[in-house]
């Protein structure tokens, strides 16, 4: 059993984890991530694995709130024990030293990005990090994100913290005033899709991580097929990231919302059951 060390709440629905999970803290690198089950009659959700020390054993996990499992794992305690935790998975993120790196995070997608900024910065890079929320409160893990950035720009869609608009106003002011060579993006699929079509007016090579569309982890269930570059690739082995101007982001959005209503009837009976 994978016993839960540490538990943070960054926001009413955002919450980070540090779990007992020596194996996969020896062999993790940027990129990865792990599939976990609460327990026996939970299902399997995919988690980019956040951060790890090697010498205490442990990951950390940042999870949101969204469907029935994620609010479980959200309310987790100190002591508790997860089931099943599987991992490293997916392909790690290429990481060398290409010179100035647009590292672009919107919501929880700050949560994988951190380790691909930290393995950037190593390599030697310049590295310019924009980390962008609805509000103050949903920015997250920001004074880790500043431990490896030479520079990080805060945008808000209400204007409540840093500057006010979306995460490809402050993009493209980086781009105009210095060379970039490489942008990673992670966040909504919505977010990725515009910074794709921002950096790909500049040519700048963009990649965006999908791991939000992988289910079972392994291929075999062939849920989280995505077309990159006119050809079906899965997330969970061919990525998580990808070209992100080959990319069919529409696509995307629209596989990732075949199945909102059965999720919220899901939510819905989870909250009868705990209220019952």
């Known amino acids: 059993m994978n016993e839960i060390i540490k538990v943070e709440v960054f926001s009413e629905n955002v919450v980070k984890l540090v779990v007992k999970a020596p194996r996969i803290a020896r062999s993790r690198k940027p990129g990865h991530f792990i599939i976990l089950r609460i327990d026996e009659h939970g299902e399997r959700i995919p988690l980019t694995i956040a951060g790890a020390d090697e010498k205490a054993g442990t990951i950390t996990l940042v999870a949101q709130k969204v469907g029935v ?33 647009l590292a672009c995070g919107g919501g929880v997608g700050v949560a994988p990005l951190l380790p691909i900024v930290e393995g950037f910065k190593k390599a030697g890079n310049r ?29 808000t869609d209400d204007g409540s913290y840093g500057r006010k608009g979306l995460v490809t106003a402050g ?23 515009f910074t794709s079509l921002l950096t790909k007016k500049y040519e700048i090579p963009t990649q965006a991580s999908l791991n939000a569309i992988m289910v079972d982890g392994t291929g075999m ?23 992100a101007h080959q990319i069919d982001f529409d696509e995307l959005m629209l596989r990732l919302g075949c199945y909102r209503e059965e999720e919220k009837e899901a939510f819905e009976r989870y909250h009868q059951s705990v209220n019952a």
């Open 171 to 193: 993009a493209e002011e980086v781009i105009r005033r210095e060379q970039v060579d490489e942008c990673i993006a992670i966040g909504p699929a919505v977010m990725m899709k």
């Open 69 to 101: 499992t994620s609010t479980k794992l959200c309310e987790m305690k100190p002591g508790d024990q997860i089931l099943d935790l599987v991992g490293p998975l997916g392909k790690a993120t290429h990481i060398e030293k290409v010179g100035t790196v």
């Open 221 to 243: 269930c062939g849920a989280c097929r995505v077309s990159v570059g006119g050809q079906t690739r899965f997330t969970c082995v061919d990525g998580p990231e990808f070209d």
């Open 127 to 155: 590295v310019v990090t924009i980390l962008a929320a609805r509000s103050k409160d949903l920015i997250i893990l920001e004074d880790e994100i500043r431990q490896w950035s030479d520079e990080v720009i805060i945008m």
